[in-house]
């Protein structure tokens, strides 16, 4: 079965810490997302990535950034936390390479809390 | 630029009734569809889709939704719910030449027993 798994399911960080969210999914997809998930905004585009070392803005990339250093694993990283990011973050990875209409499958995602 | 409205943010339904969640798009060419549902504590996964083809998909479950092109629109269907329907449904539209998909705002759908 397919498996994407975020390294926590709760953090807690102070502002200005610099924040590190891993992911890492099984299945050998080529495509990775981070999405964050507010209430009443739905799931908002972060980053993704089609193939190792490649990376494209989302939605709201402002004071993030990514890094896919392997197929398996896609980083998310806080620059430095601050409060209107406390989120619920989720990773999702699928097939196809950039433009591929694959479902994609998710993580259980990571609560962030930024103090 | 590509958007998906779920126009209901959240749904009362009791056992036995009858769902239907509205999903409307705004985007001209050939698109997918997608719906997803997130039960509590749980990651999203996804109900059905939609490529091409017969216009009326079934999913997990017992939901189905009908793509109706010249509405632009994608709703859920189920003819009798269950409390264990209980769950935030997404709706999420990708547009043949995008490389990204686009989910809407979620529908909380909550079951009386």
């Known amino acids: 079965d397919v498996k994407v798994t975020q390294s926590s399911r709760y953090l807690v960080k102070r502002t200005g810490e610099k924040v590190f969210l891993e992911c890492v999914q099984d299945m050998d997809h080529e495509n990775m997302f981070w999405y964050r998930q507010d209430p009443g905004l739905g799931l908002r585009l972060i980053y993704f990535s089609y193939d190792v070392k490649m990376k494209e803005k989302g939605d709201i990339p402002e004071g993030y950034s990514v890094s896919r250093e392997k197929k398996e694993r896609f980083s998310l990283i806080l620059e430095s936390a601050s409060t209107n990011q406390t989120s619920m973050y989720l990773c999702a990875s699928s097939l196809g390479g950039r433009g591929g209409n694959q479902p994609q499958h998710f993580g259980d995602g990571t609560r962030l809390s930024i103090l | ?113």
Do not use: M
């Not at chain 2, 216009?55 to 997990?60: C, D, E, R, T």
């Open chain 2, 1 to 113: 630029a590509q958007s998906v409205s779920q126009h209901n943010h959240h749904v009362i339904l009791s056992e036995a009734a009858s769902l239907e969640l509205g999903c409307n798009y705004s985007y001209g060419g050939t698109v997918n569809l997608f719906w997803y549902v997130q039960y509590p504590g749980q990651h999203l996964q996804l109900l059905l889709k939609y490529f091409s083809g017969d216009p009326l998909v079934k999913g997990i479950k017992g939901f189905e939704a009908e793509f109706i092109k010249s509405k632009f629109s994608f709703n859920l269907r189920k003819p009798s719910v269950q409390w264990s329907d209980t769950a935030e449904y997404f709706c999420a539209v990708k547009a043949s030449s995008a490389s990204k998909i686009i989910f809407g705002s979620g529908t909380r759908l909550s079951i009386r027993p």
